[in-house]
């Protein structure tokens, strides 16, 4: 397993307009899976983009997989207050064995 | 929808006692895994189970720690004799097919070690 770097560590947005934020890895991976934690709470996954793909949607979150730049993005389209949280991209390789490893992540505050 | 559960939602000891910490696992997972964090920091990976057996552990996961599946539906993480440094939260997690697929996760149990 291997850690993904999320880019930026905080971004501040006015609620309405569009977040984008980014996730770079090392090595070759099978999929890709981006979570959200609201402040001392339990991840929640957005969604689990395969290696084959480029580009998933899942209501206003659009994923795009790069992998000959070994780079994700996740797109928050008319972001809301309570989209709120951190975000967390965690790669996962071909050997793996279950355990998701997890960087700092990328911190959105959405205001009102 | 189905969802991981846990408890306590808050757990308050004394440094040298020994906690047990409670998960239900969405019913037809069939993976197990227990995570912390501690305030601030990142969420690491403490321990993954499948078929009642520890399919992999990390460094945090020393003597101090164990995990049990008592029956059909409880995934309990034991900590022996905690240390201040164990303060942290605890989320189990759960899916069906292992191998990096989606994983569920609990709200999490708050540990306080005085």
């Known amino acids: 397993s291997q850690q993904g770097e999320e880019d930026p560590q905080a971004l501040s947005i006015q609620e309405g307009e569009n977040a984008t934020m980014n996730c770079s890895y090392k090595?070759?991976?099978?999929?890709l899976q981006w979570y959200r934690q609201n402040s001392g709470r339990g991840l929640v996954h957005l969604i689990l983009?395969?290696?084959?793909?480029r580009e998933k949607h899942s209501g206003r979150l659009r994923v795009t997989l790069d992998t000959s730049k070994k780079s994700s993005s996740l797109l928050i389209t008319a972001s809301r207050a309570a989209d709120t949280a951190s975000y967390f991209c965690?790669?996962?390789?071909?050997?793996?064995?279950?355990?998701?490893?997890f960087g700092q992540g990328t911190t959105l505050q959405v205001k009102p | 929808e189905p969802e991981v559960t846990q408890t306590p939602s808050h757990q308050v000891t004394q440094m040298g006692q020994e906690v047990i910490l409670r998960c239900v696992p969405i019913?037809?997972?069939?993976?197990f895994y227990w995570y912390r964090q501690i305030l601030g920091q990142k969420v690491e990976f403490l321990v993954s189970?499948?078929?009642?057996?520890?399919?992999?552990k990390s460094e945090i996961f020393d003597d101090q720690f164990s995990v049990e599946r008592p029956d059909g539906s409880n995934f309990t993480l034991k900590i022996r004799s905690t240390k201040l440094e164990d303060s942290a939260m605890y989320f189990c997690?759960?899916?069906?097919?292992?191998?990096?697929?989606?994983?569920?996760f609990g709200p999490g149990t708050r540990l306080l070690v005085l």
């Open positions: 965690a790669p996962v390789g071909s050997s793996n064995t279950g355990k998701l490893i």
């Open positions: 090595t070759s991976i099978n999929n």
């Open positions: 983009i395969r290696s084959n793909e």
């Open positions: 019913s037809n997972h069939l993976y």
């Open positions: 189970f499948y078929n009642n057996e520890i399919s992999e």
């Open positions: 997690a759960s899916n069906i097919a292992g191998g990096g697929e989606t994983q569920y």
